[in-house]
């Protein structure tokens, strides 16, 4: 098994991604316009206390105040409160008071409206602990599963810590030195001192501890005897990797390699394209089956189909290896777009309990590779597997995308016949107001042409209900939710008509196919609409046209 970091390091950007087989595993970026906040440790202040919610506000110096609850107020309540908050007679009031000084890690980013989430519980990670000053407890990585050698650091991690702090053991800790493990927490130790004591010798809002950047986190969290390679396309980097990996691992500072090819480091990898597809709805599966992948405010839906794929056998075979083949794709998946919340994942339909269970356990071992916790609930009585995964920052998605300022988020728009109506519905509303000669629209083309008809006949019917004159432009540059509309005397509205008469031939770009007849296209000239009958299939086509006969703000022709 071949497992390798790739690191892109680009002006105001920088992306790393974890391939497993030359298959993206992870991907990790930080960018100048996204500064992550998660795991910094902030000198805050109470604003507002909230004892119906069992809550407050605190002001963190960011844009808007972090939200606490109660729970994790834990290491600052007194023994009195802890006995209160374990029976649940504990009120927030009693603990926090407007204008209070708090020091807070955060534990959840701003996402959306919401501010971040903050907690009293700090803890501090190493490369090979995770220091918990508040906790006397000693906890250990799940992935170390030789019991000696649990015992062995459980051991260690006793003899190092002392008084009331706590200790993670993570997995990097694995058959590493006693020397190695001190340094180590000697170093968290430290940095928790300083923590402390930049607490109470500041007498503002101010940031006491912040994250270390993506190349610290990468070579501390990631570096192990089970990465091949780090490849990095910058040589200050690079250096910096070789400086990191002489601190933290010594003994790999050979696997770290200055890529120096032509071809950009991600499209050598074949990693451009997998960042992009992760921006699609639909993921497809090796077997033909495939993916769809939508986003809520509420939940994540993921939904499983069966496509080309046929299979050999018969139909509840093909669903077992359809849905078997999603949950590895659909974990992965998870992970790469850092999805959070409630997911719900809608399986092929299985109508034996023992295939649903056989797919449950692949699932659950596929998720025990994510790093981020995640939980499974079960199928529920419509079998909708339902799962959660811890929300720390925003999606992959939210990140690199925002709403389309046209749908709004929705990911749909009105039709060409639903804004026609929409105008209809305008004019009639300014004539019951006041009369006037005439109107002028500037519309979309298409809904241009859904308002004149294929003939021009709707526009004809359109004038006589309202008994006005209605001159109609088309602008491609306009959604086709805008309405442009002018009201005055014929004389002042009516455009130019173009100096064209029927039986001339003209070359002109078919830009649209007409919204209510699709054999006909769309030519426009300066606004002026030109219907061309049999150039439907035309489209983008530069074509010579026959003008049929020539109206106020249209014109028909046909291909010559």
């Known amino acids: 098994m071949s497992r390798q970091i790739i ?3 680009e002006y105001r950007e920088r992306r790393a991604a974890l391939l497993n087989n030359n298959s993206l595993e992870d991907l990790f970026f930080e960018r ?4 992550k906040i998660a795991g910094n440790v902030y000198r805050g202040r109470v604003q507002d206390v909230l004892p119906g919610m069992q809550a407050a506000f605190i002001d963190i110096g960011i844009a808007r105040n972090a939200f606490i609850h109660l729970n994790d107020l834990y290491p600052i309540l007194n023994n009195d409160q802890k006995k209160r908050l374990s029976q649940k007679t504990l009120n927030i009031k009693h603990v926090l008071q407007p204008g209070q000084w708090l020091m807070v890690q955060v534990v959840k980013e701003p996402m959306g409206t919401k501010g971040a989430k903050v907690t009293c519980k700090i803890s501090l990670p190493g490369r090979f602990f995770v220091y918990i000053p508040s906790d006397n407890k000693i906890g250990i990585s799940r992935r170390i599963n030789n019991e000696e050698e649990r015992d062995r650091l459980k051991s260690i991690a006793q003899d190092l810590k002392s008084g009331k702090e706590g200790l993670i053991i993570r997995t990097n800790a694995h058959n590493e030195s006693y020397n190695k493990l001190e340094n180590d927490y000697k170093f968290l130790s430290g940095t928790w001192k300083q923590i402390r004591n930049s607490f109470f010798q500041k007498n503002n809002i ?15 969290d990631y570096l192990d005897e089970n990465i091949d390679r780090v490849v990095v396309d910058d040589k200050n980097d690079y250096q910096r990797l070789i400086d990191l990996t002489s601190t933290f691992a ?3 500072k050979n696997r770290i390699a200055l890529y120096q090819r032509n071809i950009p480091i991600l499209a050598a990898y074949n990693i451009e394209k997998e960042i992009e597809s992760l921006l699609q709805r639909k993921v497809w599966l090796k077997s033909g089956g495939y993916l769809v992948i939508d986003q809520t ?27 078997k083949e999603a949950v590895a794709e659909i974990a992965r998946q998870i992970k790469l777009r850092d999805i959070g919340g409630i997911i719900i994942i809608d399986f092929i339909d ?8 056989s797919v449950t356990d692949l699932f659950a071992n596929e998720l025990a590779k994510d790093r981020t916790k995640t939980s499974i609930l079960g199928f529920t009585q419509l079998g909708l597997l339902e799962m959660t995964r811890k ?4 999606g992959f998605g939210s990140l690199m995308q925002k709403d389309c300022p046209v749908c709004g988020g929705t990911g749909k728009v009105l039709s060409e016949s639903t804004v026609a109506m929409k105008v209809i519905r305008k004019i009639d509303e300014i004539i019951s107001r006041k009369r006037y000669p005439a109107v002028s629209l500037e519309l979309h083309p298409e809904v241009a042409a859904v308002l004149i008809g294929s003939g021009g006949e709707k526009l004809q019917e359109l004038e006589n209900k309202f008994g006005l004159d209605i001159f109609i432009s088309g602008n491609a540059e306009l959604r086709y939710e805008d309405i442009i509309i002018e009201k005055g005397s014929k004389e002042d509205l009516q455009p130019d008509v173009l100096d064209l008469d029927a039986g001339d031939r003209i070359t002109v770009k078919i830009e649209d196919r007409h919204a209510s007849n699709e054999s006909a296209g769309i030519a426009r000239i300066d606004g002026y609409i030109i219907i061309v009958n049999g150039a439907g299939n035309m489209v983008d086509n530069q074509v010579e046209i026959i003008i049929d006969d020539m109206h106020r703000t249209y014109a028909r022709a046909h291909l010559a």
């Open 7 to 9: 690191i892109n390091s």
């Open 32 to 35: 100048d316009t996204y500064h």
């Open 206 to 220: 101010d940031i006491l501890y912040q994250e270390e950047d993506l190349l610290k986190n990468l070579i501390r």
């Open 250 to 252: 010594p003994d790999l």
């Open 297 to 323: 405010e509420a939940l994540v839906s993921i939904d499983i189909n069966t496509g080309k794929f046929t299979g050999k056998k018969n139909l509840q075979d093909t669903i077992v290896k359809t849905n």
């Open 350 to 357: 299985m109508n034996n309990p023992s295939d649903q269970q």
């Open 391 to 394: 929300k720390v920052r925003e």
